[in-house]
């Protein structure tokens, strides 16, 4: 036996050995599918067959490379190099290139980006004269690229009446129109977008049968990784080359298919044993990954979709420890909550930042998570995006806030002065530039004393200006008065910021809608934290000066060892010791636009699956009572994930319920005759103990039923504090930390304590609002 087949186990070697003929391994989380698929390869080389007759297929290409380089290991690097390797759209480009003249295209044709594309749209719905906010070119683009990945080309489309149909009905009657004119400028430009490489593939493989016969014989034997989640185009592609050896190897799981939204098919792995003759299949249910805490508690959830594939994922790995749900009462709690349990972890484990990851449904939740990692100076990794506070929209709106406080800000002020776009042109700007220099004034002032200053400005560009200026002015008024969040609410509405976002209804637009909701959330939270300190105002100075001190804590150290911090979709075929799955609650996950039919809702538990077995000791879920959406408190609910989690796999960190909370009926029970008031009574379960799993569901739901937080109350422990804190009292803060009571004064509701906390700063607090513990 070659000594590379000894690695694995019986499961593993069973496909590597299957040499002839159609084969799906049904490979769970953390079952070594990659290993699988690169032994397969390395086996097959050593049978003889030649490695430019192996066509192996990835969803990445930092996957194809890590195969390849152990393939090199096995099999020596020069015949590895003769593999054909990568992703669907690199290897298809590279065949593309071979055959480009049969298409018309030249061999060294473009590939655009989106950015590309969209800037081609953009200046078609110009040219063609049609209402940019009607046919936004971003929703133009996302619709020509559906188009093309179901194969739905321009004469496709215009034979197909439901298609233009649904178009008109969407007030866009003209979009065949923009698709055949984007279609024949790409060509005549000689560029294809990434769309275009599958679907010229197929038109290739269609059109030209002694094309196809060539790459029938080139590759022999296909390989094709993730086969979950290929879309339709991709799908054809594959089963036009495969069709005459059907020497096909896909490998996949369908409990972990989550891709829908970008055109993915999970029919595709459920039908490969109709596609094929003879089909073999194969189970990888062996999880090397994870405790049997994760693997069995990941199990209960994911056998309550239907459609799926039978297997049962097993380990032989320790028991662990079971997994831990915590309740909080605001997302801000949430963030403060996972910042210390990674503190705590490590200090206790002896751990390393980078054994911890921080998933979440959307990005916008990053923002509380973010800002409790640096209070604590635990250093942190955006993966898939930017850090909060370093968004576009983001900055977009605190500069605004900033230029109301110092309108010399120039950086703030070049940043929005056309943004929403208010025809103030770059020319204009280098005209106020040039004058501010000459007059050694910032911008601000010049356009202040526009009618002072011979400056060759338009009178339409000067009532523009003039009409900025004063809406600042207008904002510095109203700032007078009010806290930070009504200011920053004021100001994203008046600026036209919120309506730009609302208006461009792509994924992105609302990605950055709900960015901006977080942003006001963050700031509302900070407000509400500020009452406890007795000469804090709330107010915007000490809003942007808070973010300023945080934000500077940021620093990129070239260090890679970092908490993770990224969405489940980016988390998929990763793995870390430590996973906390924070906004575990209906209408965020699941999410609320995933839940109209049982598919979506489906692929919303397969996600959750996927994030659940990331974890390799120890998961946490936390949920909230309550989450900030537009600076309202909204009740929040747990996610039904929770609940189909089997109870003998959760240990509940936080009492479900308060001991001394009852139902308060509205209306007079009396009408009902008597009532067993002990059964109004929701009990908790003993500290640390997790609940029995013979409890039925509806026990379990009124566990995890929310207590509404009494915001602005005096905290149960306030009397205390009032009759027995002393000075030279330890006490701990959840923002602050630790400190130390330097002086007491005042009676009564007014009593106030200054705290000289451990990180070097001095705060006087309202004992009736701070969250103190007493700790020496």
């Not at 050995?17 to 769970?28: E, S």
């Amino acid at each position: 036996m070659e000594a590379y087949l000894a690695e694995l186990n019986e499961a593993q070697r069973a496909p590597v050995l299957h040499k002839d003929g159609a084969l799906m391994v049904i490979a769970g989380a953390g079952s070594g599918k990659t290993r699988v698929l690169t032994y397969r390869i390395a086996y097959l080389m050593s049978k003889g067959v030649d490695p430019f007759n192996i066509l192996s297929l990835t969803f990445t290409n930092k996957a194809a490379r890590e195969m390849k380089k152990r393939i090199a290991e096995i099999v020596g690097n020069s015949e590895a190099k003769n593999l054909w390797m990568g992703t669907f759209h690199s290897v298809f480009a590279k065949i593309l290139r071979f055959e480009s003249e049969k298409l018309g295209y030249p061999s060294n044709f473009t590939i655009y980006d989106t950015q590309d594309s969209q800037r081609l749209i953009n200046s078609i719905i110009k040219e063609i004269g049609l209402d940019k906010d009607v046919y936004k070119y971003k929703q133009v683009q996302n619709r020509i690229s559906s188009y093309k990945n179901s194969l739905i080309t321009v004469k496709a489309y215009f034979n197909n009446p439901e298609l233009m149909e649904a178009d008109a009905m969407a007030k866009r009657p003209r979009l065949g129109e923009i698709y055949n004119a984007y279609c024949e400028r790409c060509f005549k430009a000689g560029a294809m977008d990434f769309d275009d490489l599958l679907l010229k593939t197929n038109e290739l493989l269609t059109r030209f049968p002694e094309v196809l016969a060539k790459y029938q014989d080139r590759f022999r034997y296909i390989l094709v990784d993730e086969y979950q989640d290929t879309n339709h185009s991709q799908y054809l592609i594959v089963k036009a080359l495969s069709d005459r050896f059907q020497n096909i190897c896909v490998v996949g799981d369908d409990a972990q298919s989550i891709y829908a939204f970008r055109g993915a098919n999970i029919n595709n792995i459920l039908n490969f044993q109709k596609d094929y003759d003879n089909v073999e299949m194969y189970r990888l249910e062996q999880n090397y990954r994870s405790t049997k805490n994760i693997v069995n508690a990941a199990n209960s959830v994911i056998e309550k979709n239907k459609s799926r594939l039978e297997k049962v994922v097993w380990t032989n790995n320790d028991e662990g420890n079971l997994i831990k749900v915590h309740r909080s009462v605001t997302d801000a709690e949430e963030g403060r909550f996972v910042a210390s349990s990674i503190f705590e972890n490590k200090m206790q484990n002896q751990l390393h930042d980078g054994d911890f990851a921080v998933l979440y449904r959307t990005n916008s939740q990053s923002r509380s998570i973010e800002d409790a990692l640096r209070r604590k100076e635990i250093p942190y990794r955006i993966y898939g995006g930017l850090s909060f506070y370093q968004r576009k929209e983001i900055k977009d709106v605190l500069a605004y806030l900033r230029l109301i406080l110092n309108p010399k800000d120039e950086e703030a002020l070049v940043r929005v002065i056309n943004y929403p776009a208010r025809g103030i042109g770059q020319t204009t700007m280098e005209k106020l530039t040039v004058a501010a220099n000459h007059y050694k004034r910032s911008i601000f002032e010049v356009i202040e004393n526009l009618d002072k200053i011979d400056l060759k400005i338009n009178s339409g560009t000067k009532r523009k200006l003039d009409d900025f200026m004063t809406m600042i002015k207008s904002f510095q008024v109203t700032n007078q008065t009010a806290d930070a969040f009504v200011m920053a609410e004021h100001v994203a509405k008046k600026t036209g910021l919120l309506q730009e976002f609302k208006k461009d209804g792509t994924p992105e637009g609302i990605a950055r809608m709900e960015n901006v909701e977080e942003l006001l959330n963050g700031i509302q939270d900070f407000v509400e934290g500020q009452k406890e300190i007795a000469d804090a105002k709330g107010d915007l100075s000490e809003f942007l000066e808070d973010i300023a001190l945080v934000t500077d804590l940021d620093k990129d150290t070239g260090d890679d060892d970092r908490v993770a911090l990224m969405t489940i979709h980016l988390a998929k075929g990763l793995e870390f010791p430590y996973v906390y799955i924070v906004g575990m609650e209906e209408d965020l996950f699941p999410s609320a636009m995933s839940m109209n039919t049982r598919s979506e809702l489906e692929e919303e538990r397969r996600l959750f699956y996927v994030a659940l077995t990331r974890g390799e000791k120890q998961a946490y879920l936390t949920y909230t009572q309550s989450r900030y959406r537009w600076g309202k408190l909204i009740d929040a609910e747990p996610s039904r994930f929770i609940e189909e989690i089997d109870d003998q796999y959760l240990e509940y960190l936080t009492p479900p319920m308060d001991s001394d909370y009852r139902y308060k009926p509205m209306i007079d029970s009396d009408i009902f005759g008597e009532v067993d008031k002990s059964k109004l009574r929701l009990k908790k379960p003993k500290s640390g103990t997790p609940p029995s799993s013979h409890k039925p569901s509806e026990e379990k739901l009124r566990k995890l039923r929310k207590i509404k937080p009494n915001i602005g109350e005096p905290t149960s422990n306030s009397n205390l504090f009032d009759n027995d804190l002393v000075v030279g009292n330890k006490v701990e803060h959840s923002r602050f930390g630790k400190g130390e009571i330097i002086k007491l004064e005042g009676v009564g509701n007014d009593k106030k304590a200054e705290i000289r906390f451990d990180n070097g700063g001095i705060k006087k607090l309202l004992l009736r609002f701070a969250k103190l513990d007493v700790i020496g």
